[in-house]
């Protein structure tokens, strides 16, 4: 059975095409991490996450390992290694008209959050910048 946003996820998890993860986001999304304590609320700002996420965890070792479905969503458990740690988690995305409206990531062990913890952080300052950088021109 074929899931139109789940398709979409999968599909930008391998092209890592920035407009397709917009139209892909409800304007209300919301995203959790599993490091920030407050929900992010908006387009803008999961979209900043899920671009983030992508760099970071993105890269060729990246899998995902099995998926959950029901009618309104999907859980996604996905490995990496990073620095020579190996990071597991869950993406619980849910979807509302075919676009994701919630999307929540959990990470094990402490040793991959906290690598996950500062590797994020890096990557949405350069974000940042390069967001503050081109709206100075």
């Given at each position: 059975m074929s899931k139109p946003g789940l398709d979409k996820w999968y599909a930008y998890m391998k092209?890592?095409?920035t407009a397709a993860l917009w139209d892909l986001l409800h304007p209300d999304?919301?995203?959790e991490s599993p490091v920030v304590h407050t929900p992010q609320r908006g387009r803008d700002i999961t979209f900043k996450y899920l671009t983030s996420?992508?760099?970071v965890l993105g890269g060729p070792t990246f899998k995902y390992l099995?998926?959950?479905r029901n009618d309104t969503g999907a859980v996604l458990e996905f490995e990496n290694e990073?620095?020579?740690i190996k990071l597991n988690g869950v993406d619980i995305i849910t979807f509302g008209d075919g676009r994701i409206t919630h999307f929540k990531v959990m990470v094990r062990p402490l040793?991959?959050?906290n690598l996950l913890h500062r590797m994020m952080g890096e990557e949405l300052m350069k974000q940042s910048g390069?967001?503050?950088q081109s709206q100075s021109r």
């Amino acid at each position: 059975m074929s899931k139109p946003g789940l398709d979409k996820w999968y599909a930008y998890m391998k092209s890592h095409d920035t407009a397709a993860l917009w139209d892909l986001l409800h304007p209300d999304a919301v995203f959790e991490s599993p490091v920030v304590h407050t929900p992010q609320r908006g387009r803008d700002i999961t979209f900043k996450y899920l671009t983030s996420a992508a760099k970071v965890l993105g890269g060729p070792t990246f899998k995902y390992l099995g998926e959950w479905r029901n009618d309104t969503g999907a859980v996604l458990e996905f490995e990496n290694e990073i620095e020579g740690i190996k990071l597991n988690g869950v993406d619980i995305i849910t979807f509302g008209d075919g676009r994701i409206t919630h999307f929540k990531v959990m990470v094990r062990p402490l040793k991959a959050i906290n690598l996950l913890h500062r590797m994020m952080g890096e990557e949405l300052m350069k974000q940042s910048g390069a967001t503050s950088q081109s709206q100075s021109r």
